[in-house]
């Protein structure tokens, strides 16, 4: 997930009427290093004028040298400063909601006692009817410990609501599941793997979410094995599933064959390790990887991975794809000529994608362009659909190959909120089980309500 290191606020000015007083404000905002979004007007009388100015800065000492301007604006006098980004997470920004309105003693009976305990003992006989008349056939857990939380590092599983709150919005908004945000207060693998395994009966999936490495291919490796149903850590397979469409769409813009192309995988974290996986799987040709971790590099030669390093990567590699978390590691006199290069830590990525595109770089891009929200949701809608016991590599690779499909004329990737692009994902990812033969026989595609 991208992480815009940027600050915002909606500052509240009223100006005098007076010729230039706007004018001024706007360039003393710009001068101190400001920049300006939306401007709404409130109220206008003779002699004062009152605006909602929308301010970003890149830093607190910035915002305090714009906030100060535009106090020191002759005729202007600031209001209020807010930010709305807080605001808007206040009480969270998630809750379950009932689907029926209880208003009479008969829905009452109905949906509690007496009536329920026909359905109770109805699922009591056959378990698999529970899909039919429980929520568990649209519930996702999402899963996190707190120690791999954006790029803030271990910031605890309680810092790291927020995140999990929004993966539960986009799932909802996006492909209708109910995501649930479950925080563990553990780092022990064995208590996190024990814990999810004891709550998994609530869901129908489980997603694991801002896990570190290298405890997070164990974690979810044992879930799976454990679990009849699909279990996917997000930073892994989401990121590679989008990384690999956004390198479908870019070869084709630059005329090259993937199949063909020298790949070099820097970085060899959850995502690092998931990327290069896939696009060898994909390629049938082996990914050279670098990382100053030598389990990370073991790892990743396990998986079929050559080791290398960064400097040999830039002068062999056609395709170079950085999840790092470095800023700038990527000097520009390294970039080769034709090269395809994703820089894709955030906030900030190895090298700017101008830079790389004004040294040689056939197709250049960020993090910022390249977002695991485009995955997720239609995979689980898809998993959960088919009713399939796991998320396989070539269900994962039907979602990377939908996405590109689906990438309008220009673009690296489709627009994260078009619908149509995460429905069409979910039926290819529960096509693909389907002809697996793993998916159970009451499959009916995602149809929004």
């Keep these: 997930m991208a992480w815009d290191q940027k600050i915002l606020r909606i500052v509240r000015v009223r100006n005098s009427q007076k010729k230039g007083v706007l004018a001024k404000l706007l360039t003393a905002i710009a001068d101190t290093g400001g920049s300006i979004g939306s401007m709404v007007l409130l109220t206008e009388t003779s002699r004062h004028v009152v605006r909602d100015i929308t301010v970003t800065a890149d830093d607190e000492k910035t915002l305090a040298a714009v906030l100060a301007a535009m106090e020191a604006n002759e005729g202007t006098r600031i209001i209020e400063v807010r930010d709305e980004v807080l605001e808007l997470h206040q009480k969270g920004k998630i809750a379950i909601r009932s689907r029926y309105p209880i208003d009479s003693l008969t829905t009452l009976r109905r949906v509690y006692t007496p009536g329920v305990a026909e359905v109770c003992m109805r699922i009591a006989k056959e378990p698999s009817q529970a899909r039919l008349y429980t929520s568990i056939s ?16 271990d910031i605890g599983a309680v810092a790291g609501m927020p995140v999990m709150e929004g993966k539960a919005m986009l799932m909802e908004t996006l492909v209708g599941l109910s995501g649930i945000p479950i925080l563990l207060n553990t780092k022990d693998t064995d208590e996190i793997i024990n814990t999810v395994a004891a709550i998994a009966p609530t869901f129908a999936a489980i997603q694991l979410e801002d896990i570190s490495a290298p405890r997070c291919f164990e974690i979810e490796q044992r879930l799976q094995s454990m679990l009849d149903k699909p279990v996917m850590h997000d930073d892994q397979h989401g990121t590679a599933v989008v990384s690999t469409a956004a390198l479908m769409v870019a070869t084709r813009e630059a005329g090259m064959d993937m199949k063909k192309a020298v790949i070099g995988q820097v970085g060899l974290g959850a995502a690092g390790q998931a990327i290069g996986q896939m696009l060898m799987r994909l390629t049938g040709n082996p990914v050279y990887g670098a990382d100053l971790s030598l389990e990370a590099l073991s790892r990743f030669e396990k998986a079929g991975g050559v080791k290398s390093s960064l400097k040999d990567i830039m002068a062999n590699c056609d395709i170079v794809v950085a999840t790092t978390g470095a800023p700038n590691l990527i000097k520009p006199e390294m970039v080769r000529k034709g090269q395809i290069i994703l820089a894709l830590s955030n906030p900030n990525s190895e090298i700017d994608p101008d830079v790389a595109l004004e040294h040689g770089a056939a197709f250049a891009a960020d993090g910022k362009s390249v977002n695991n929200v485009l995955g997720f949701p239609g995979i689980f809608r898809g998993a959960v659909d088919a009713n399939a016991p ?48 793993i998916a159970r026989a009451d499959y009916v595609p995602y149809v929004e309500e």
């Design 390 to 437: 796991q998320i396989t590599q070539e269900m994962l690779v039907a979602a990377a190959e939908t996405i590109a499909s689906m990438t309008p004329p220009g673009e690296l990737v489709p627009s994260p909120l078009d619908k149509k692009v995460h429905r069409a994902v979910a039926r290819a990812v529960a096509e693909t089980a389907i002809r697996q033969g």
């Design 138 to 153: 649209h519930m996702v857990a999402i899963i996190t410990d707190g120690t791999a939380v954006l790029g803030l590092g």
